[in-house]
T-cell receptor, first 111, second 116 residues
Framework: GEDVEQSLFLSVREGDSSVINCTYT??????LYWYKQEPGAGLQLLTY?????DMKQDQRLTVLLNKKDKHLSLRIADTQTGDSAIYFC???????????FGRGTSLIVHP | DTGVSQDPRHKITKRGQNVTFRCDPI?????LYWYRQTLGQGPEFLTY????????KSRLLSDRFSAERPKGSFSTLEIQRTEQGDSAMYLC??????????????FGPGTRLTVL
């Protein structure tokens, strides 16, 4: 199976919260990342979490990490149409600068 | 704009032709990365440079692929004898490097290659 797995699509109504989930297989993963990719653009790092943390909050974004279950989630509060994009989960191991990406979750925000 | 730039943005070529892409990183960044992204997939690592030294190459980087960063600034990625399976978005990223454990990569907009 894939090293990093995500559901492919998520549709939410504007103003609601979005939760994008990710699972990974490698227990030695040290850093876990969320990237955003808008159409025709490169990837933008949204946030990351170190594996000894279980939560990180940054404005409308909340990252939760369950290391035991190797599960990572990204919650976007008050989702806006401008949040419509593909969101990639990624992991890297200590000493490596190279993240392994999931296939991405396409977030569609409708009015 | 002082972000990562890539040229060209789109390239259409015939099978068997050679193509070369260019990446200009953020000026003070000493690490530069190349990724390939196909439709419906996340980026896959190809290779990375620290200054002019190519430090790591993925097994995805067949002998038809070569990358250079001759002066530690811009980089080129060349694909020889292109195949239809090479059709993808080629992404470049750069980072500051140094001793930070988390080395934030800034991505360019990519070069979309179509091999007919």
């Amino acid at each position: 199976g894939e090293d990093v797995e995500q559901s492919l699509f998520l549709s939410v109504r504007e103003g609601d919260s979005s939760v994008i989930n990710c699972t990974y297989t490698d227990s030695s993963s040290t850093y876990l990342y969320w990237y955003k990719q808008e159409p025709g653009a490169g990837l933008q790092l949204l946030t990351y979490i170190f594996s000894n943390m279980d939560m990180k909050q940054d404005q409308r974004l909340t990252v939760l990490l369950n290391k035991k279950d190797k599960h990572l989630s990204l919650r976007i509060a008050d989702t806006q149409t401008g949040d419509s994009a593909i969101y990639f989960c990624a992991e890297s191991k200590g000493g490596s600068y190279i993240p392994t990406f999931g296939r991405g979750t396409s977030l569609i925000v409708h009015p | 704009d002082t972000g990562v730039s890539q040229d060209p943005r789109h390239k259409i070529t015939k099978r068997g032709q050679n193509v070369t892409f260019r990446c200009d990183p953020i000026s003070e960044h000493n690490r530069l990365y190349w990724y390939r992204q196909t439709l419906g997939q996340g980026p896959e690592f190809l290779t990375y440079f620290q200054n002019e030294a190519q430090l790591e190459k993925s097994r995805l980087l067949s002998d038809r692929f070569s990358a250079e960063r001759p002066k530690g600034s811009f980089s080129t990625l060349e694909i020889q004898r292109t195949e239809q399976g090479d059709s993808a978005m080629y992404l470049c990223a750069s980072s500051f490097g140094g001793t930070s454990s988390t080395d934030t990569q800034y991505f360019g907009p990519g070069t979309r290659l179509t091999v007919l």
